[in-house]
Every structure is written in structure tokens, then in C-alpha cells.
């Protein structure tokens, strides 16, 4: 497994910024080992709803996790407002940091990561490629 480091700095966005590392990087198979930092808004697609929604506020990272591949992310954050409520769904682009983000990821050397349209959900979703034929 190899690792990477990433830090973010103030009004970066998290997708685009998570996105670019992958094209820069030529990521195969990444998924999101850990993740804390704050934002200035985030931007969420709750279950079941077609398009995300925008929250204007400070917010601590809770939880990141996920994918990362070459043609698409799947990412869930949950946040912590500064009254400790807590909100989560389906990142989007809008995740907008307010001090830092510290965002460490890992990538398997034996895996490959496509994400292809499925009829049965609508979403483009992970299929696993094992580079060693197993």
C-alpha cells in the first residue's frame, strides 16, 4: 500500500482539490484512510434527493471516507456544527475549507478503481479490477 499526505489551505475546495490530486497523481485505487480539518460551507446530497445543499457556517470534519478514482469520486463527509449537530451525506463540490484540511489517503498497487454507469441505480458505481487476476 503507498500513502500520500495532502494539507488544504483556507477556501480551497475539497472535491476539486481531491480530484485534482488523482489526475495528478495518476491514482488507481484510492480510498480515504483518515481526515480532520474545518470548513467555512460544505455542500451535501442527502439520501434520496437529487442535487446537494449548500450550509454556510463553521464546521469541524467528523468523518471522511470513501473512494478515489481515475474517472470519478465517492466520498460521505459528516461535519460537526459549533453546536455539535451533526450533518452528513454525499460530498460535493461546495466544501469549501476554512483553516486546514489534513487529509491522508491510501492506494492499493493490486487494485484498479473504475466507476461505469449502472442501469439499475442511475449512478456511475465502483467496480474493483484485480491487477494480479484474482
Request: hydrophobic share 40%; net charge neutral.
Amino acid at each position: 500500500m503507498k500513502v500520500f499526505a495532502l494539507r488544504l489551505k483556507p477556501n480551497e475546495d475539497l472535491k476539486k482539490s481531491l480530484t485534482d490530486f488523482v489526475n495528478k497523481t495518476h491514482l488507481k485505487s484510492g480510498f480515504i484512510l483518515t481526515a480532520v480539518g474545518s470548513f467555512q460551507q460544505v455542500t451535501i446530497r442527502f439520501a434520496g434527493h437529487p442535487y446537494g445543499q449548500a450550509f454556510k457556517s463553521l464546521f469541524e470534519i467528523i468523518s471522511l471516507v470513501g473512494t478515489l478514482s481515475p474517472n470519478g469520486l465517492h466520498l460521505h463527509l459528516a461535519v460537526a456544527d459549533a453546536s455539535g449537530k451533526i450533518i452528513g451525506g454525499h460530498l460535493m463540490n461546495g466544501c469549501i475549507i476554512y483553516t486546514t484540511a489534513e487529509i491522508i489517503i491510501g492506494s492499493s498497487e493490486d487494485l484498479k478503481f473504475i466507476r461505469s454507469f449502472d442501469q439499475e441505480t442511475g449512478y456511475n458505481e465502483l467496480e474493483v479490477i484485480d491487477r494480479n487476476g484474482l
